[in-house]
């Protein structure tokens, strides 16, 4: 018989933060692949369970991952946790998932605590839509394509970010996104847990020495690229209008529809204009 793999949630700071249902699994399983096992053994012996573990982190994920399935094909049941929340959100837990699901064998999320969402309802920035990117690259290039991508989303953004990269991440946020509102999430179910709020430049102001884990909830954009877009073609006269569509290869026809909707007018309207301007 095959076993279950099981992704367990663990608390991302307060101890008392686990459910019931994850001690439960812990407890219950024949082995626990951790990101790191010295930590994940402290979690262990504070609720008096003795298990076997196993290291699975980002480095050795795919060779791990391998171990791991033969032994869930051997019947083996395993819980995969990382060092805090839940497994796979940043952290290793990924590439199991994926080669579980080709092995046919079932996978069990046991939900627990996730720093981004809990970041996020505190944060009073909206909560119907957000995307979430993890860590930014430390590559300057890199990281500065990341929120040019991401510049015209109007949906709340949700980073993480280690304490000795803040600074830097956010003056890149800055210079990229523009000044806008956002919450600095620190240290959360700490002790040490704290809320910074305002915009990007006062905020820089406030991380002198600041230590801790982050999690960063950005506002979004208030006008989409696609309203941009838009906004700045009605500034244009009709006739540098019509040319901008001509030049996507749009036919007459749907270039006129194209107007009419652009500057929420009739298509007669704007039809007419062109009759007597010819």
Known sequence: MIGTLYLV????????????????ILKSVDLIAAEDTRHTLKLLNHFEISKPLISYYEQNEKIKSEKLISKLLEGKNIAVVSDAG??????????????????????????GACALINALIVSGMSTSEFEFIGF?????????????????DTRTIILYEAPHRLKVTLE???????DRKIVLVRELTK???EYIRGNVSTVLEQ???IKGE??????????SKKELEISNLNKKTLEEHYAFYVEQGIDKKEIIKKIAKDRNVSKNEIYQYFIKST
């Open 191 to 193: 002790v040490y847990e």
């Open 207 to 209: 991380i002198v020495d």
């Open 136 to 152: 930014l690259s430390a590559n300057k290039k890199d990281r500065k394509e990341k929120l040019e991508q991401i510049k015209y």
């Open 86 to 111: 839940t497994p796979g959100i940043s952290d290793p837990g990924e590439e199991i998932v994926k080669r579980a699901i080709k092995n046919n064998i079932k996978i069990v999320p046991i939900p």
């Open 172 to 178: 890149a946020i800055q210079e990229v996104l523009g």
């Open 214 to 223: 982050f999690v960063i909830i950005l506002e979004g954009n208030v006008i």
């Open 9 to 24: 949630a663990t608390p991302i700071g307060n101890l008392e933060d686990i459910t019931l249902r994850a001690l439960k």
